[in-house]
């Protein structure tokens, strides 16, 4: 079982910055990838970014130079630092994690698991 909490969004005015968090938290799992996806109105949900364990990173053409991902392994956190945001960046921003659901002792499938998201408003 894995839990996501998320932070750090709101309203940030064009050319501003934000830095959302995503904690993973339970008794039994082993993160592999971890990424944010966000959502517009009216539009299907996009992948923003990714870092894997080996701290490999993908960024959505849209976001490259802009946003950094980052994570802590030891507090099982991913970071997503957003830069010179514009209000085509307003969105909901979820963020994903893979890891592994235990059946029983050396059993398990692997699965994603999704956070409740967070808002991010740009406007002046």
């Known amino acids: 079982q894995v839990q996501l909490v998320e932070s750090g969004g709101g309203l940030v005015q064009p050319g501003g910055s934000l830095r959302l968090s995503c904690t993973a938290s339970?008794?039994?799992?082993?993160?592999?990838?971890m990424g944010w996806y966000r959502q517009a109105p009216g539009k299907q949900r996009e992948l923003v970014a990714t870092?894997?364990?080996?701290?490999?990173?993908n960024y959505a053409d849209s976001v490259k130079g802009r946003f950094t991902i980052s994570r802590d392994n030891a507090k099982n956190t991913v970071f997503l630092q957003m830069n010179s945001l514009t209000p085509e960046d307003t969105a909901v921003y979820y963020c994903?994690?893979?890891?592994?659901?235990?059946?029983?002792?050396?059993?398990?499938?692997?699965?994603?698991?999704w956070g409740q998201g967070t808002q991010v408003t740009v406007s002046s």
């Open positions: 994903k994690v893979d890891h592994r659901l235990y059946y029983s002792a050396g059993t398990y499938s692997e699965v994603g698991s």
């Open positions: 339970g008794s039994i799992f082993s993160i592999n990838k």
């Open positions: 870092i894997a364990n080996n701290n490999s990173t």
